[in-house]
């Protein structure tokens, strides 16, 4: 069974940057039909869509956390991983790392997604 | 950028109640459409996918429907797990927005 586990620091500084990975267990990070996420969610708030990363390299990221996010893979390892620049007080929250599958369904002919596995989240705290 | 969003936000239901959830898109999105279910202090859980297809294991009760800018979550008698919060999301292979959430709780 797929399983996915976060680490990295819990508190970081304003202005730094947060540096996180996400470790898979169970399977392989080589898998031509997963794309590996980050999600986070602020305290009391709702979800954010980061980014995703396929093993091959090909990245994806929200607009609006562009110039600020970078995603890489590191295969040997069978991890990924977060870097999230210029932080302020407002990125602080649970990080999450995910895999999101691509599955080609007959009825409509088209590929469908949708996020199979989480890890458990890792709080982030950005604070002085 | 595809915007979404849930109403209502928030919902107060009995054990036994029938639930709607609607979630909106910005721009047609085919049926490129997930609902997850998300417990406090957890990681969210897939219910639905392609806007109508139960994830296994997923109960009976739940069951999604729409295409295009316009879905629905229908829990159809709601039980005491089900109080939760409920996430759509619009993901392919290069997105991923969700909507703002709706809340479930007991009336």
């Known amino acids: 069974q797929l399983q996915l586990q976060e680490s990295g620091p819990g508190l970081v500084k304003p202005s730094e940057t947060l540096s996180l990975s996400c470790s898979v267990s169970?399977?392989?990070?080589?898998?031509?039909?997963?794309?590996w996420d980050w999600i986070r969610q602020s305290p009391g708030k709702g979800l954010e869509w980061l980014g995703s990363?396929?093993?091959?390299?090909?990245?994806y990221y929200n607009p609006s956390l562009r110039s600020r996010v970078t995603l890489s893979v590191d295969t040997s390892k069978n991890q990924f991983s977060l870097r999230l620049t210029s932080l302020t007080a407002a990125d602080s929250g649970v990080f999450y790392c995910?895999?999101?599958?691509?599955?080609?369904?007959?009825?409509?002919?088209?590929?469908?997604?949708?996020?199979?596995?989480w890890g458990e989240g890792t709080t982030v705290a950005v604070s002085s | 950028d595809i915007q979404l969003t849930q109403s209502p936000s928030f919902l107060s239901a009995s054990v036994g109640d029938r639930v709607t959830i609607t979630c909106r898109a910005s721009?047609?999105?085919?049926?490129?459409l997930v609902w997850y279910q998300q417990n406090p202090g957890k990681a969210p859980k897939v219910l639905i996918y392609?806007?109508?297809t139960l994830q296994s294991g997923v109960p009976s009760r739940f069951s999604g429907s729409g295409s295009g800018t316009e879905f629905t979550l229908t829990i159809s008698s709601l039980q005491p797990e089900d109080f939760a919060t409920y996430y759509c999301?619009?993901?392919?292979?290069?997105?991923?927005?969700f909507g703002p959430g709706t809340k479930v709780e007991i009336k």
């Open positions: 995910a895999r999101h599958v691509r599955e080609y369904q007959d009825e409509t002919g088209l590929y469908h997604y949708y996020i199979d596995v």
């Open positions: 169970g399977g392989s990070i080589r898998i031509s039909n997963s794309y």
């Open positions: 990363i396929h093993y091959g390299g090909n990245t």
């Open positions: 721009q047609a999105i085919s049926n490129s």
């Open positions: 392609a806007a109508s």
């Open positions: 999301q619009q993901l392919n292979n290069y997105s991923g927005t």
